[in-house]
């Protein structure tokens, strides 16, 4: 029989290439993650690790478990919770991560409203960009992934609930005193000529994309994921940007000008979790929370 403690450790094995790097993850020693792996291998009644050289390769049959390994330990920790709040033991706990933005700007509302709500629950935050925060839902490693996307991509979540939020729209921001910092709206193609300052790498890509598709490549000098970074560059008269919304509301722009761009360049917001989470009582009170900042 295969016990959810042995999938753990499989995971952590694949994850790190090693036993004692598994280890240090799971905060056990080497010789316990040996032992658990062997018997999970007599539980499956085959291989499933390779030693080659100093790393740790999985058969077919180990890629096979380990695949499946995270819907199974997501939907334990799903029952666990629910059968917890059924049982009135503890209201639940919930583990989220979010962008930066979203951080700083819909999360403190929403976990406040959810404290005074249901004082009895715990949540703990960690911050991660989309792609690396939904690998981390889908990985088992939380429970909420706040999460944008520019444009729709086919199929890119189809397997989790999506919970719209809200649509963030790309701000300019330009140095005080710059030709356009009084203009009422600015677009791409006006800035063709500037040094660019640029954000996260999913941010970066949809700027050149939305700068090759007015007639230009931007010249991008500073890329950097602190978005007051960027600010701060900008308002030193460094370059130019686009930021998101969220990411202006959450730091005043010192020496740098707001100004909107036509026609609107948009990113949608939405709040992610795993099927058999949604049921969770926890879970969905923080994603009705979320919804409801959100709409504020």
């Known amino acids: ?29 080497q010789p316990a993650v040996s032992q658990q792996m062997k018997a999970l291998e007599s539980s499956a009644g085959t291989t499933l690790l390779i030693r080659t050289g100093r790393e740790m ?8 478990l380990v695949r499946h390994a995270s819907g199974i330990l997501a939907g334990l920790t799903a029952a666990e919770e629910e059968v917890a709040a ?15 933005s979203g951080s700083s700007t819909l999360v403190p509302g929403a976990l406040a409203a959810l404290r005074a709500e249901h004082p009895g629950t715990r949540v703990s935050l960690v911050e991660a960009e989309p792609p690396r925060s939904v690998d981390l ?40 005193g710059h030709r356009l910092a009084e203009a009422s709206s600015v677009s791409i193609g006006e800035l063709a000529d500037e040094s660019w300052i640029a954000g ?5 890509r949809q700027l050149v994309e ?19 970074a960027v600010m701060g560059l900008v308002g030193a008269g460094l370059g130019v940007a686009v930021l998101p919304e969220l990411a202006v509301e959450s730091v005043r722009p010192k020496g740098a000008r707001a100004v909107p ?29 979320l919804s409801r900042t959100a709409a504020r």
């Open 57 to 64: 390769r999985l058969t077919q049959a180990g890629e096979a």
């Open 261 to 289: 761009v036509e026609p609107p360049i948009e990113r949608e917001i939405v709040a992610l979790t795993l099927p058999d989470l949604a049921r969770v009582p926890a879970v969905a009170a923080t994603l009705d929370q």
């Open 137 to 176: 839902l889908r990985e088992g490693d939380c429970d909420i992934a706040l999460a944008f996307r520019y444009g729709r991509t086919g199929g890119e979540w189809d397997d989790l609930v999506v919970r719209p939020l809200l649509t963030d729209r790309l701000i300019g921001l330009v140095p005080e």
């Open 1 to 29: 029989m295969i016990e959810a403690r042995h999938l753990r450790v499989l995971r952590a094995v694949s994850t790190t290439g090693s036993f004692s790097a598994a280890a240090r993850e799971l905060g056990c020693t």
């Open 200 to 204: 996260c790498p999913r941010c970066r």
């Open 86 to 100: 059924i049982a009135g033991l503890r209201a639940g706990r919930v583990r989220l991560v979010s962008f930066p």
């Open 210 to 228: 939305v700068c090759e598709e007015s007639g230009f490549t931007p010249r991008i000098d500073f890329a950097t994921d602190d978005y007051p």
